[in-house]
C-alpha cells in the first residue's frame, strides 16, 4: 500500500502545469540551387501543458521545431504553417500553441556571375595612388539573383600599402557585400593590385593670407 501511495503521488500528486520554451526553427530540405534571402526567427515559442515531472524533463530535452522545405523549386514568397505534430514531445505533454505559427520564406535561385573588380584603398591623409591595375579584373560570384542584380561591381578588401612613394605591389582578397550570402565561386582566387603612391604636397599659402608679415 505504501508503495502504490508513493506511485499515485509521484504521478498525480504534482498536478499538471504548463510551460514556456524557446525552441530552434530548424529548416530543412532546401535544394542547393535555392537560398531564402529574408530573416527568419531564429526560435519559436513552443507552449505545453502536462505532468510537472514530464516538462521538468521536457526543459532538458534538445528540442528543435522543424519546418520542411524540400517541395520548393521556383523563387518566390511561400508561407508555411508550423506544424505542432512535428515537434515530438513525451507522452503525457501536449502541445497547446506555437508562436509564430506561421512562416514567411523569400526564396530566390542561385545564380553565378562575373563581377568587376574594384581596388579599395584606405590612405591617410595627403597621399593618393594613381596607376592602379588589378589582376584579375572580374571575379565569379554565386549568390542569389535579386542580391546580385542589384550590384554593379565588387570591391577588394581594404588595402593599406607602406606609406612611402614609388610603386607597390600587394595580395589582395574580395569584400563581400555585408551581410549577404554572396561568395566566390574560386575561393582560392589570388588577387594583386600594383600601382604607384604618391605624397601630396601641402599647397603654399602666403604669408598675407595668412595673416603673418612680410
Not at 190 to 208: R, S
Amino acid at each position: 500500500m505504501i508503495i502504490s501511495v508513493a506511485l499515485w503521488l509521484q504521478v498525480h500528486g504534482q498536478g499538471e502545469g504548463s510551460a514556456s520554451l524557446e525552441v530552434p526553427l530548424q529548416v530543412e530540405g532546401l535544394p542547393a540551387d535555392m537560398v531564402i534571402v529574408n530573416d527568419l526567427p531564429d526560435h519559436v515559442r513552443v507552449t505545453v501543458k502536462g505532468l510537472q515531472s514530464r516538462l521538468k524533463d521536457l526543459r532538458q530535452k534538445a528540442l528543435t521545431m522543424p519546418l520542411d522545405v524540400s517541395d520548393i523549386t521556383t523563387p518566390g514568397v511561400v508561407a508555411r504553417s508550423l506544424q505542432l505534430t512535428a515537434l515530438a514531445v513525451p507522452a503525457g505533454v501536449r502541445i497547446e500553441k506555437v508562436q509564430p505559427d506561421r512562416i514567411e520564406l523569400q526564396v530566390d535561385r542561385v545564380i553565378t556571375r562575373s563581377m568587376p573588380l574594384h581596388a579599395h584603398f584606405e590612405l591617410p591623409e595627403g597621399w593618393k595612388v594613381r596607376l592602379v591595375s588589378i589582376v584579375p579584373i572580374e571575379v565569379e560570384l554565386a549568390g542569389p539573383e535579386v542580391w546580385l542584380d542589384s550590384l554593379s561591381k565588387v570591391e577588394t578588401t581594404p588595402i593599406r600599402p607602406e606609406l612611402k612613394n614609388g610603386l607597390f605591389r600587394v595580395k589582395t582578397g574580395v569584400e563581400s557585400p555585408s551581410g549577404k550570402a554572396i561568395r566566390l565561386v574560386d575561393s582560392k582566387v589570388e588577387i594583386e593590385v600594383k600601382g604607384e603612391l604618391l605624397q601630396i604636397e601641402a599647397p603654399v599659402i602666403p604669408n598675407d593670407l595668412t595673416g603673418g608679415k612680410k
